[in-house]
């Protein structure tokens, strides 16, 4: 049942996107902007407090709902699969901005590129090269297909019913909107988001950066995940970006101007410079990477009917 939901929603997906803004991100910030509002006094505590109420409420919220449905028939608990997954995980939640950059590098129509990368990402590149705006969209894809595919699959395959695919995307959601934010307003309140989600996010990055690595250039994206990823600021993403640089033979991080300014990052990955043709390589991998995590779910599966 949990190799076949998780099939089944990516098809879904593939054909039918969610309007994510409208059903998920939309009400879920309008939810973390009401707990900010009500809990946040500048101290981890509270962080921690609506942390608990939105994500554990949710989780075991969803985990007694599979249940109750698996013993009025276990066809309902199927679908609750394939309807929860279908709201948490897919890769066309972010990719039309990497299909549409890739479209206007590929058109010579920099400028639109530059202004994609910006609603995508955030900050301002004006001054960004082909090749700059390449990178980052190779990087922002890596780190956005685990999150939204690789690391909701791991969960939802670990914990009951799609109670873990709801938890990953809820963790990672109020790191984004909590974890991230450095402002002095904003006080402490983030912390506990930021920590939590490493500890959660930690053995999931590491299976998709092995995945990476399985579906390119092994060899090097090994030697890159060793040497490269621990100079990354980010520890999250590092292994990712250093495992698909070096599985892809694409060298990423570099000095890149944001804003007007140049933002000194450390190289990652061998060989050439990132360009359009990179960035279709960077899609082929990804898919490559989860049919090697299918394959793998199915080959444990059989495994455990044929021991059962």
């Known amino acids: 049942m949990t190799l076949f939901s998780l ?7 593939q054909l039918r996107p969610l309007p994510v803004q409208q059903f998920v991100t939309g ?22 407090i609506a942390w608990l109420l939105i994500v554990v409420l949710a989780t075991v919220a969803c985990a007694v709902a599979y249940f109750l449905l698996w013993h009025l028939h276990p066809l309902l608990a199927f679908a609750f699969n394939i309807v929860v997954l279908y709201f948490t995980m897919g890769f066309r939640q972010e990719s039309h901005f990497f299909t549409d950059i890739h479209l206007a590098l590929r058109m010579g129509e920099l400028d639109r590129a530059r202004s994609l990368l910006a609603e995508w990402r955030g900050g301002q590149y004006y001054e960004a090269s082909s090749s700059e705006v390449a990178r980052l969209a190779i990087e922002q894809a890596l780190v956005a297909a685990h999150r939204n595919v690789f690391g909701v699959a791991f969960w939802f395959v670990l914990l009951p019913g799609p109670s873990g695919a709801l938890m990953y995307r809820l963790a990672c959601f109020l790191d984004e909107e909590w974890g991230s934010r450095t402002d002095a307003e904003f006080g402490e309140f983030g912390r506990f988001a ?3 989600f490493g500890v959660i996010d930690w053995i999931p990055a590491r299976l998709t950066a092995a995945s990476f690595s399985v579906a390119g250039d092994f060899e090097d994206a090994v030697f890159c995940w060793r040497t490269q990823a621990m100079l990354w600021p980010d520890r999250g993403s590092a292994i990712l970006i250093a495992s698909g640089a070096g599985a892809l033979g694409v060298r990423l991080g570099m000095p890149v101007h944001i804003s007007g300014e140049i933002v000194e990052r450390p190289e990652m990955g061998l060989g050439d410079e990132a360009d359009a043709d990179y960035m279709q390589s960077t899609v082929g991998l990804v898919w490559r990477a989860l049919v090697v995590c299918l394959l793998l779910l199915a080959l444990l599966g059989l495994a455990g009917w044929v021991g059962g």
């Open 194 to 196: 930021r920590q939590t």
């Open 27 to 48: 009400p879920l910030r309008r939810l973390s902007a009401a707990l900010t509002h009500r809990f946040n006094d500048g101290h981890a505590r509270n962080g921690r």
């Open 7 to 13: 099939i089944i929603a990516l098809l879904i997906e």
